[in-house]
Each structure stands twice: as C-alpha cells, then as structure tokens.
C-alpha cells in the first residue's frame, strides 16, 4: 500500500486552518491579564499584541521557506524542519511530546472546556460533560477518517463561523457600547506597566499559538511552494486584524479598568451592551470557536505521527495511507483515543502544564533550520524566501529563548518535569532507531 497522500488542499483552506487552529479560547479571556499586567495602559497592551502578532509572523515567514523547500515539504512540516535541519533524535522528542502530551492534551483541553460551556443551555454531571468531550473528538475523528477534502470543508465552515461571530460582536460592541473606546485616551507609561510587559507577551503569544500546526499538511497542499507561504503569512496576518478589533471593542463595551479586572471579558462586554440573558450568544460562539480548533488539530497532528511511522521512528501501522479514504487512518484513530483518555482522566490539565512551555524550544529549532537548511544545502530550490534573511528567523529564535528561559526561572520545578516528560523519549528512540535499517544514514 502505497503510503502517498492526495493533495486536495488550496491556498483558503490552509489559510482558514491556520486562523482556525489558532482561534480558540484566547481572544476570549487573554486581554483582561494583558490589560492588567501592562498597568491599563491601553498603549502598551496594544503593543504587546502587536509585537506578539509580529513575532508570529516572524516564525511564519521562516516556516514559509521551509515548506516551500523541495525535500521538507513533503509531509510532517515542523517535525520534517526538525530532522532535516537538526536530525531525527530532536525530531523524534518533538513528535513524542507531540503525541503524548501536546497535540491530544490540546484536542482534549478544547473538548473539555466546550462541554464545559454547553452547561450554559444545559446542567450537566461531571460524568455527563466527559461523555459529551468524548463524542466530540470521535465525531471529529470520524470527519477526518473520511477524507482530508471533506474535513477541510467542515473545518473552512467552522472557521468563517467564528470568524463571523467575533467581527459581528466586534462591531455590536462599538456601536451600543458606552465604555471608553480607548483608542484615542492617552495612558501614562509608567515603570509598573512596563514591569508586566513580558508577561504579558508570554500570554499573547499563547494566543497566538498554533499557526504552525498548518505545516504539517503540507502534504496535502496544492502547488505547496506558493500556497503554504501565503497561507501561513495571510492567516497570521488576519489573525492580528482580528485580535487588535476584538480588544478595542472590548474597551468600547467596559473602557480600560473593567476590561482588566474581567474574568470572562467576551461575556461581559456583551451582556452590558444587550443584557445577561445574551451570555448564551457568547457561549455559543466559544464552543464553535473550541471545536473549530479542536477540529483543525484533529486536521493537521496526526500528518507528524504519520510522517515518524515512514521514516521508521513510530508504530509502523500509523505509515499506512487508508484504502478508501486516502487518509492517514490509524494515526487520527490512535491521536484521538489518546485524547479521548487524556479527556476522560482530566490528566491533560497536568501534562499541558508542565510541557507546554518546551514546544517553544521545537519551534526556534524550526526556524533556526532556516539557516541550518541554508549552510548545509545552499543550493536548494527556495521557491520562497523568507525576508529580510537572517534577522527574521534569529529574531524568532530569541523570542522562544526568552519564554523558555522565563519559565524556567519562574516555574523551575514544572520545567523541570516537563524536560523530563520529553526526555523519556530518548529510550523509544533507541529502540525504533535500531529497528530501521537506514537509521545510520541520518542523525
């Protein structure tokens, strides 16, 4: 059985997996802490949107290379930069915390929190909520066993969904509501707002997390070369825009001081511009937001795990390419059980606390392959470029060092379980290592 994937993704599909993937539960509740931690200033937390949001262009555009490299394009995306730039040990450990922790703690933290959030049209048990978890993420895992096309469309609905919703409550909350817009009050800067600028980076830059995952299809993508750079730059770029409007609209709703000391900012800003019983329109528009997200990581992960089983270094079977469906079955089967289990058990809330922080250490390995790719294989086609080579890329870089480092220094024992955690790869290695007969080849 041939282990080929058919290309049936375009340049609006990528783009819309890349907005979907990233829109999750962040805009929601994020801008009251960076309000907060950046001392109400709306000035400065509107920068520290926009330098998040720059800061993610900047490793998008160095993804963009990459992908539209001949040679790491071909399926895996981040975990292919990873190997070919770096060998396939740093490889493996990104795709082992990927399987075990990241990718199905996040399919599974998303379900989670949206039966949470059903509970506003209905009560629910504890056990009730896990059974609805649950058969979301098969639903999902059915979606994307059928076919890649077919899941792309129902991901490209949910997405424009969503979309939708946030710039219509944008628009209703400029219009009715009565706070200070913000945008044109001076805030005075002061040593104390400064002082909670890197946290408060650290937070949106979890926003803004995702936007890499669409590499991973990369495939599936039609005409890879120019359609995974403009996919990843525009999604990216739209996902800014989105983000800057909904927390000037918060502002417009509660002016500066409410926004900051807000618990649920989306929920209130609505029910003081069209009442409390409106609370269920931003429910509503959270879980489609969840699922989307939740959906666009069923979408994208499983193409690593796939990717690790041909070069050798998974469970061989997850290589397999279904007969019928033309799409890496076993691998979405096997990603969503593990979160199905992570959901059931509730231990992803541990696991995503401990290792999350080290993804950021895979993504500067990502674009630093930017330059690795570069020295050893200068004479690669580079269908796309990434401007302004090597400060886009090292920039980057420096950017994961600092949240890494941060964590490190303010949550010593966490980051400590969590390099463990990762580290427990390193016997699995040997082991597939040994199993594949070209292991020697490549590092």
């Known amino acids: 059985m041939a282990a080929i994937l058919a290309r049936t993704l375009g340049t609006r599909d990528l783009t819309l997996l890349v907005v979907g993937n990233v829109i999750g539960s962040g805009i929601f509740l994020v801008p009251s802490s960076v309000l907060a931690q950046s001392g109400e200033s709306v000035p400065i937390a509107t920068a520290v949107w926009l330098v998040g949001g720059v800061l993610s ?20 995306g981040l975990y292919a930069f990873i190997r070919d730039g770096f060998g396939r040990f740093p ?34 048990s504890q056990m009730q909520k896990g059974i609805v978890a649950s058969a979301l993420i098969v639903l999902m ?62 937070s949106v830059l979890w926003a803004y997390e995702g936007w890499q995952y669409v590499t991973f299809v990369s495939a599936e993508a039609k005409d890879p070369q120019k359609s995974l750079p403009r996919a990843i730059a525009l999604g990216t770029v739209s996902l800014i825009v989105i983000y800057l409007l909904a927390n000037f609209a918060y502002l417009a709703a ?21 009442g409390p019983a409106a ?18 990581t069923v979408i994208t992960v499983p193409r690593v795990y796939f990717a690790m089983a041909h070069d050798g270094l998974f469970f061989k079977r997850l290589a397999e390419v279904h007969p019928r469906f033309n799409t890496p079955a076993l691998a979405i089967i096997t990603s ?11 231990t992803f809330e541990q696991l995503l606390t401990y ?19 570069r020295i050893k294989r200068p004479d690669a086609a580079r269908p796309f470029k990434v401007p302004f080579y090597p400060v886009t890329p090292i920039l980057f870089v420096l950017a994961a060092a600092v949240i890494v480092l941060n964590t490190m220094y303010s949550q010593p024992k966490q980051a400590a379980i969590g390099m463990a955690v990762v580290l427990a790869g390193a016997p699995a290695y040997l082991i597939w290592r040994k199993r594949t007969p070209d292991a020697t080849a490549a590092t």
Request: net charge neutral.
């Open 355 to 373: 290792v999350v922080f080290i993804g950021w250490i895979f993504y500067a390995l990502g674009a630093a392959a930017v330059i690795a790719l």
């Open 57 to 76: 262009l900047l490793g998008a555009l160095s993804y963009g290379e990459l992908g539209a490299m001949e040679g790491t394009g071909g399926g895996g």
């Open 279 to 296: 609370g269920w329109l931003v429910a509503a528009v959270i879980i489609v937001s969840m699922y989307s997200a939740a959906h666009a």
């Open 91 to 124: 490889a493996f450990l990104y795709g082992w915390t990927l399987f075990f922790v990241i990718g199905a703690g996040t399919i599974a933290t998303l379900a989670v929190a949206a039966a949470n959030y059903m509970t506003q049209f209905m009560p629910m």
């Open 141 to 202: 895992m059915v979606i994307n066993v059928r076919g890649t096309r077919e899941s792309a469309t129902v991901q490209n609905l949910a997405t424009g969904v969503k979309v939708v919703a946030i710039l219509v409550m944008s628009v209703i909350l400029f219009v009715l509501g009565k706070g200070s817009p913000a945008i044109a009050v001076p805030h005075t800067v002061t040593p104390a707002s400064l002082s909670g600028v890197g946290l408060s980076i650290i």
């Open 254 to 274: 509660l002016g500066p001081a409410r926004v900051a000391a807000s618990e649920r900012v989306a929920g209130e800003s609505i029910a003081v511009v069209l």
């Open 336 to 346: 969503c059980v593990w979160a199905i289990v992570l959901a059931l058990t509730g």
